[in-house]
């Protein structure tokens, strides 16, 4: 079962990706520690000479854990064929009690490198390495994140079992099914709808706003944050329903597969895409009081809102679109 | 004004053949005036020369420019502060077979984005200055030394650096062609342009062009 190219792809980027930073763990701590930019001593210039080498191998680390979660979801739903049950991720997920945890764990490596990734192109911008500090101590603290998520995989991926009966999308995403995503799943078409167009305008409102006025980058992130909450809610509650046209087929995950034309993707990439440079927007923040990043903060988090506003506003455009273009009547006159 | 603080260049370092090149540099060069490091081969004066240039950074120690550290700059910075700054005179010229000498001193001015036909005039108007309009169009190649020399020099000046570093610029020049340079070197003096060079030879390091005179040996200073 773990031979295969997709699992094999997600294993070696983890592994990968652990190993790079634990090769860059003795160096963040040396930095933490003798980083001082007003001494010419040689180990001072010898963290500046090496600092490239090891951002680069970090953002490196952080971009390929931005791919692997597209590649751990479409590899969830390409799996679900093998398994009895399955008829898309969910099934593929529940085939044992890692699925879920390692694809949550992968989703929050994702946005937390994302922030990473913002606060590294900051500090790149300026010319006195003002939060080489900041991104190292932040690099130490995500080495477990990833190591977590490598953890969880090897679970996930060295468990899976084909003999085993799983759980299809039906009994998770429906009505009757208690928790949250069965409360979801049940929220009536017309409130879900106007949560999702009130929710995802304030934050393409906010966003927008932050691009023009640069005056809100916390917000920015607030509002990334509860717009993929609601975005979520609403796939769930009724963008599903009309792409499956089936008033109770509820499942995030079926509109990923080749029998919806890929759908979901059209959906969840500019989401994601979104939610991430809405967290880079708010993660940079804290920085803008620094020097030398008194022009830098402001530049990047507006064109960061701007990338989230776009995100939010192509999800609206294509969830309205699904809509619109369904055969399925959910809401009568 | 460059300020160098403790400098010291090791190459190969840690190895079995590290090299000490420079030994705790400390000095100060004013701007406006022209300053040649003088010592023999080995003594460390191109290797100082290129971390006043930006070209190396120092193994310890600073190199201020006007106050602002440049030796310790990321790279994105170091370029710009080595297209716009300085202007680099190559003890070989270092200019590019194949092209004209107006494209060889048009070229480090490709990245500033100034619209072409004002290199051009610059460039034409750097020819005519040093005297060698008429050999614009020729392949570099086909240039003799003294004139290969000077599209380097002309090539150095298109971006209009504040600083000129010239390493052994005589070096490959008869007499003549050295006391041409010298002429050059005077009137660089008379504009105010800072001039930082290296050179053994007394024709240069003796002549009235050169304000100041700093001698090293063995990666030290050892008088000036």
Redesign the interface.
């Known amino acids: 079962m773990i031979f295969q190219p997709a699992i094999i792809a997600l294993l070696s980027a983890s592994l990968v990706s652990v190993a790079m930073l634990l090769a860059a763990a003795p160096f963040a701590a040396q930095v933490i520690r003798h980083w001082d930019?007003a001494s010419?001593?040689?180990r001072?210039?010898r963290l500046?000479?090496r600092t490239?080498l090891f951002s680069t191998l970090t953002v490196f680390v952080m971009a390929t854990q931005l791919a692997a979660l597209l590649l751990f979801v479409f590899n969830a739903d390409k799996m679900s064929e093998m398994f009895v049950g399955a008829m898309c991720a969910v099934g593929t997920l529940n085939v044992n009690p890692y699925g879920f945890p390692a694809l949550i764990a992968q989703m929050t490596v994702f946005f937390l490198a994302a922030a990473w990734l913002a606060i590294n192109h900051i500090d790149?911008r300026a010319?006195d390495?003002p939060l080489v500090r900041v991104k190292y101590g932040a690099l130490l603290a995500l080495l477990p994140a990833v190591a977590l998520v490598l953890g969880l995989q090897l679970e996930y991926f060295l468990n899976l079992e084909a003999d085993v009966i799983t759980s299809c999308c039906g009994s998770l995403f429906s009505e009757d099914t208690k928790g949250l995503s069965g409360d979801l799943a049940a929220l009536p078409p017309v409130p879900a709808m106007a949560i999702f167009y009130v929710g995802m305008g304030a934050a393409i409102a906010i966003a927008a706003w932050h691009g023009l006025r640069r005056n809100a980058g916390y917000l920015v992130a607030l509002a990334s944050i509860a717009a993929f909450a609601v975005a979520i809610a609403g796939i769930l509650a009724f963008v599903s329903l009309y792409i499956y046209e089936h008033p109770h087929h509820h499942c995030p995950f079926c509109i990923l597969k080749p029998e919806y034309g890929h759908q979901g993707y059209l959906l969840y990439v500019p989401l994601f895409v979104a939610t991430a440079a809405g967290i880079g927007a708010g993660a940079i923040q804290p920085f803008r009081g620094i020097a030398s990043l008194r022009e830098v903060v402001p530049r990047v988090s507006a064109r960061l809102a701007t990338v989230a506003a776009t995100g939010f506003a192509l999800v609206v455009v294509v969830a309205t679109w699904m809509v619109l273009r369904s055969n399925l009547i959910l809401l009568e006159g | 004004m460059i300020e160098l603080?403790?400098?010291?260049k090791v190459f190969n370092e840690g190895q079995h053949n590290e090299y000490a090149a420079l030994s705790g540099i400390s000095l100060t060069i004013e701007p406006h005036r022209v300053t040649a490091l003088r010592g023999p081969s080995g003594s460390g004066k191109t290797t100082l020369l290129t971390l006043i240039g930006c070209l190396a950074?120092?193994?310890?120690?600073?190199v201020s420019l006007h106050g602002r550290d440049i030796?310790?700059?990321?790279?994105?910075?170091l370029t710009e502060i080595r297209r716009k700054t300085f202007g680099f005179v190559f003890q070989q010229f270092n200019l590019i077979k194949g092209m004209s000498a107006l494209e060889n001193i048009m070229l480090p001015a490709y990245p500033t984005g100034r619209p072409h036909k004002e290199l051009k005039a610059r460039a034409g108007s750097l020819l005519e200055r040093l005297r060698l309009s008429h050999r614009g169009g020729a392949k570099v190649e086909w240039l003799s030394g003294g004139e290969q020399q000077r599209v380097a020099i002309a090539r150095a000046l298109i971006n209009d650096p504040e600083v000129l570093i010239a390493d052994e610029p005589t070096a490959n020049l008869d007499t003549a062609l050295a006391k041409e340079f010298l002429a050059l070197l005077e009137r660089f003096g008379e504009e105010g342009r800072t001039v930082i060079l290296t050179s053994h030879d007394p024709l240069v390091v003796e002549s009235a062009a050169v304000h100041r005179v700093v001698d090293m040996r063995d990666g030290q200073i050892v008088s000036e």
């Open positions: 930019i010419g001593s040689e001072q210039l500046e000479r490239y790149t010319p390495y | 603080r403790d400098v010291r950074r120092p193994t310890s120690g600073r030796s310790g700059l990321p790279e994105r910075f």
